[in-house]
Nanobody, 129 residues
């Protein structure tokens, strides 16, 4: 059974930084994709970033490109999201998500969360102005 547990959320002022962590267990297949989605109040869930297990390919949503960095530590089965220069519009619940297999198009994977097989429970990030 795949389990994803997020941590690291909190309250930060605009311009500040946070690092989210996702502890993953049960990802026993060699090829999978894992990443972050977020949902702000009153808005639909959107993809933030993802990374593949095969070659470490990454993809970022335009709204976070240059500010957020995704990385993984396979030895500890942990996914990270370093978030710098945070903005109030980054306020949302951030979810760790994963699927077996490598999508042919990471942009499409992030743009359609119906392709996600496993979800964490989320961690709240609040950015004050």
């Amino acid at each position: 059974e795949v389990q994803l547990v997020e941590s690291g959320g909190g309250l930060v002022q605009a311009g500040g930084s946070l690092r989210l962590s996702c502890s993953a267990s049960g990802l026993t297949f060699d090829d999978y994709v894992i990443g972050w989605f977020r949902q702000a109040p009153g808005k639909e869930r959107e993809g933030v970033s993802c990374i593949t297990s095969s070659d470490g390919s990454t993809y970022y949503a335009d709204s976070v490109k240059g500010r957020f960095t995704i990385s993984s530590d396979s030895a500890n089965s942990t996914l990270y999201l370093q978030m710098n220069n945070l903005k109030p519009q980054d306020t949302a619940v951030y979810y760790c998500a994963s699927s077996f297999g490598i999508p042919s198009d990471l942009r499409l994977y992030l743009n359609n969360d119906r392709g996600v097989a496993y979800w964490g429970h989320g961690t709240q990030v609040t950015v004050s102005s």
